[in-house]
Every structure is written in structure tokens, then in C-alpha cells.
Nanobody
Framework: QVQLVESGGGLVQPGGSLRLSCAASGSIFSINAMGWYRQAPGKERELVAVITGAGRTNYADSVEGRFTISRDNAKNTVYLQMNSLKPEDTAVYYC?????????????????WGQGTQVTVSS
């Protein structure tokens, strides 16, 4: 199995910054896409940003230009740098990773979620 552990959430004032981290561990052979999603109270979970193994990125329109996703493949870790935070960015942020497990002979695929980390933007 593959586990994801997020860190870096908290309370920040509007206009401030936070950096989220998500480390994957377990029986990992390869990781393809890694991404961040968020879910605000009363709303559905939505994509925030995603990064492929080759480093290609995609962002939600609402965070384009303010958030930056990056990854360290050697550490199986993905980051989300969030700048110019707004109250509407308040949500639980979840990390997601998809790839293949190190289990011979078939190397089965996996899709794992982290437990979530709260981000609150408020004065």
C-alpha cells in the first residue's frame, strides 16, 4: 500500500502565504501524477493543481498565478506554494498520487489520498 502524509496547513491572514507538503511512502515503484484538491464546507472536492512525472502542471483558474505546485521525485514529495491567499481559499486540502506499486510480477496501480490538512484564511 501507499500512504500520503500532508503537512503545512494553518491559519493565515488574507494576502499571506503557506506551503503545503505531501510525502508518499510504502511500496512504490513509480508515481505518475501528483495533485492537490480542496473541499470547502458545503462544497464538493475540487482540483487545485496537478503535476505529472515529467513536470507538466495544470491549475484551477481560481488559483492560477497565485499557487505553484512542484515535486521532488527523489523524495516522492509534492509541494503547494500558496501566495496571496484569499478567504475563499479556506478549505481542507487533500493530496493525491497515482502510480504503480512495487509488487512483482504485475506492479499494480494505486491511487491514494492523504488525510487532509486545514487551511484557513481569515483576519
Amino acid at each position: 500500500q501507499v500512504q500520503l502524509v500532508e503537512s503545512g496547513g494553518g491559519l493565515v491572514q488574507p494576502g499571506g502565504s503557506l506551503r503545503l507538503s505531501c510525502a508518499a511512502s510504502g511500496s512504490i515503484f513509480s508515481i505518475n501524477a501528483m495533485g492537490w484538491y480542496r473541499q470547502a464546507p458545503g462544497k464538493e472536492r475540487e482540483l487545485v493543481a496537478v503535476i505529472t512525472g515529467a513536470g507538466r502542471t495544470n491549475y484551477a483558474d481560481s488559483v492560477e498565478g497565485r499557487f505553484t505546485i512542484s515535486r521532488d521525485n527523489a523524495k516522492n514529495t509534492v509541494y503547494l506554494q500558496m501566495n496571496s491567499l484569499k478567504p475563499e481559499d479556506t478549505a481542507v486540502y487533500y493530496c493525491n498520487a497515482e502510480g504503480r506499486q512495487r509488487q512483482v510480477p504485475h506492479f499494480p496501480s494505486f491511487a491514494s489520498w492523504g488525510q487532509g490538512t486545514q487551511v484557513t484564511v481569515s483576519s
